[in-house]
């Protein structure tokens, strides 16, 4: 089998990762368009139109008429923007969000792939909240740093042509991030944590940190008791992990270079504070080896073909 897709907007940070993922692959046949017509809507159209599953790789707006570009009833969508994680009809594309992600992925005809920020927070939030830890209405917080290619092109010029010279810098400070309703939504959550991103000097990586009072669980429960929860939902996972052993450091370049995540549970027995960690590449799991995991689910393939893990 042979699964024609079309990658619109192959030229940028993610599309470009995609395609590398997929140049290789001989169960996978990559419709391209020339340079010359690669803006051209009628030649996307036509693309779009002939691909069996088309990964989106475009701001909210072009994805959204990118969308309205279909003229069937067969070709399926993978959309890397923020446009469609919330909205009706669409399957939130991460896999290993619940026991039985996989198969609606597998099924559906539109599908949303995760944030880099909101990936590394549900795999450590959601299973705490499916098992009864942590009730909808918890009041949590999160704090994550990623390299600057989570900024795309316009960023990576400024950390690279010497516009910066920052090595760290905390932003979205009013505490409006488009990532915050998909943590909410698809976390189970009554409320949107207070998320607060940052961006470091460094190429790909991501540290995603959610802190916790043991007291503040919806039920009596110790460190150990949360470790084994979330060691629990991902056992025998390929692409989540969870480290048993313990850390005393974890940094940004852990996970760089993979399509894996890796998660920990540290923290003070003492004085009842957990600390929850997911690390992550922003462009590996967090954006085209997601996209290429669920292009392998839709089209019945190996879910974990074409990654690095």
């Known amino acids: 089998m042979t699964v024609r897709v079309f990658i619109d907007g192959a030229v940028g940070t993610t599309g470009l990762e995609i395609r590398e993922r997929l140049d ?12 010359s017509r690669r803006k051209d809507d009628a030649a996307r159209a036509e693309a779009i139109n002939a691909a069996d599953v088309v990964i989106l790789c475009l701001p909210d707006d072009a994805a959204r008429d990118a969308v ?17 994680r919330t909205a009706e009809g669409w399957t939130y594309g991460f896999a290993e969000l619940d026991p039985d992600q996989a198969e609606k992925i597998a099924t559906a005809r539109f599908v949303s792939n995760p944030g880099c920020y909101p990936t590394g927070f549900l795999a450590l939030v959601r299973p705490l909240v499916r098992a009864g830890l942590l009730g909808a209405d918890a009041l949590l917080s999160v704090n994550a740093i990623s390299g600057y290619s989570g900024g795309g092109k316009s960023m990576i010029a400024e950390f690279e042509g010497g516009e910066t010279i ?23 959550l009554e409320h949107a944590p207070i998320f607060q991103p940052a961006v470091a000097r460094a190429y790909r990586g991501m540290v995603v940190q959610v802190p916790i009072h043991l007291a503040q669980l919806a039920r009596p429960a110790t460190l150990t008791d949360v470790a084994e929860v979330l060691a629990s939902a991902y056992d025998g996972g390929r692409v989540v992990r969870f480290a048993h052993e313990a850390a005393t450091v974890v940094r940004i370049e852990d996970d760089a270079n993979t399509d894996r995540m890796t998660l920990r549970v540290t923290g003070n027995a003492a004085t009842g504070q957990a600390l929850l960690i997911a690390t992550l590449d922003n462009l590996g799991k967090g954006a085209a080896g997601a996209a290429v995991q669920n292009l392998n689910i839709m089209a019945g393939l190996d879910p974990v073909a074409g990654l690095t893990l």
């Open 24 to 35: 290789s692959r001989r169960d996978v046949k990559l419709v391209t368009l020339d340079e």
């Open 68 to 84: 309205a570009m279909i003229a069937n009833d067969h070709t399926r969508v993978i959309d890397a923007s923020t446009a469609h």
């Open 166 to 188: 920052t090595a760290f810098r905390p932003y979205a400070l009013a505490l409006a991030h488009k990532h915050a309703p998909e943590m909410r939504r698809h976390a189970g």
